[in-house]
Nanobody
């Protein structure tokens, strides 16, 4: 059974930090790109960041570039999203997803086959 378990969300003040984790099982993790998406109430799901299968390639949405860092540990089947300098507009449910296709230029939900449950991130002003 494919599982992607996102954790690490919570309530933080503006300017604070959180680290999200995505633990994967049930598929060949080292062959898959992993991404983080987020969805705020009333808004479409938005691509935040992705990382290629080896960890050498990363993509960031303009809205998080310079504040968020994605990394993976293939020995632990886990991807991390370090989020610094958080802003109220970062408030959303964050989802991790896995897919065989990675792009340096785009990040769309249709590129990913496997999805985890979300973790809530709330940034207070």
């Amino acid at each position: 059974e494919v599982q992607l378990q996102a954790s690490g969300g919570g309530l933080v003040q503006s300017g604070g930090s959180l680290r999200l984790s995505c633990a994967a099982s049930g598929f060949s993790f080292g062959d898959y790109a992993i991404a983080w998406f987020r969805q705020a109430p009333g808004k479409e799901r938005e691509g935040v960041s992705s990382i290629g299968s080896s960890g050498s390639n990363t993509f960031y949405a303009d809205s998080v570039k310079g504040r968020f860092t994605i990394a993976r540990d293939n020995a632990k089947n886990t991807v991390y999203l370090q989020m610094n300098s958080l802003k109220p507009e970062d408030t959303a449910v964050y989802y991790c997803a896995g897919g065989l296709y990675y792009s340096d230029y785009d990040l769309l939900p249709a590129m990913f086959d496997y999805w985890g449950q979300g973790t809530q991130v709330t940034v207070s002003s």
